[in-house]
């Protein structure tokens, strides 16, 4: 069964940076997209940015855009997500869950998409 455990949050200052990782425990998730999302205190769940198995083609939110950045290494069954110029809104739990069909040559933020998730790790954007 496929387990995706999130890893690199922590308590980062207004305009820091912090690495996401995403670890997949079986090598045929590298046929899968994988999607972060995140949820804040007292707000829904909302998707901030996917990319696909190939790593060719990626997806962000608007928040996103500009500050994040999605990658994946398939040797390591990893994807990253990388965030910069952190603000206090940006503090939220992260997630990161895999797309619910393999080989899909694009992605979008409907969390109905993904089938299996991760626990999640907390981001504490505040000085």
């Known amino acids: 069964q496929l387990h995706l455990v999130e890893s690199g949050g922590g308590l980062v200052q207004p305009g820091g940076s912090v690495r996401l990782s995403c670890a997949a425990s079986?090598?045929?998730?590298?046929?899968?997209?994988i999607g972060w999302f995140r949820q804040a205190p007292g707000k829904e769940r909302e998707g901030v940015s996917c990319i696909t198995f190939s790593g060719r083609t990626t997806n962000y939110a608007d928040s996103a855009k500009g500050r994040f950045t999605i990658s994946r290494d398939a040797a390591k069954n990893t994807v990253y997500l990388q965030l910069n110029s952190l603000k206090p809104e940006d503090t939220a739990i992260y997630y990161c869950?895999?797309?619910?069909?393999?080989?899909?040559?694009?992605?979008?933020?409907?969390?109905?998409?993904?089938?299996?998730w991760g626990q999640g790790t907390q981001v504490t954007v505040s000085s």
């Open positions: 869950a895999r797309r619910f069909r393999r080989y899909e040559v694009g992605c979008d933020l409907e969390s109905w998409r993904y089938d299996t």
């Open positions: 079986e090598f045929t998730s590298g046929e899968y997209g």
